[in-house]
């Protein structure tokens, strides 16, 4: 059986920026992951935000929190139309590597 892991988000929350404890927590389950699932998983977290706009006020704030960029997502935590892209543009370019 093939199978993808995709890493946990965490959201624009008090709780799930860096240094809390819902961060905190994804983290560990994202690391978790990453050690059962060896190269079938994806830390597609790290790799959204790493996409942010410097141009962009929100993004940078949330570069720095360590959450995915305002500008990926329709809330706090749900991924809009470009963030989906992202993804699935990632999957797509890994997928070689992901299902070996």
Known sequence: MIHIIIGILNGD?????KGHPGYNSI???NN???TIYGPNYLDIRSYLISRYNPKIETDVKNYYDDVVPSSFRNDYLHLND???AIVAQKIHENIHILIN
Do not use: D, Y
Request: charged letters at 20%; proline letters at 0%.
């Open 13 to 17: 929350n008090k709780n799930e920026t």
């Open 27 to 29: 983290l560990a389950i």
């Open 82 to 84: 470009v963030g989906n």
């Open 32 to 34: 978790k992951l990453s």
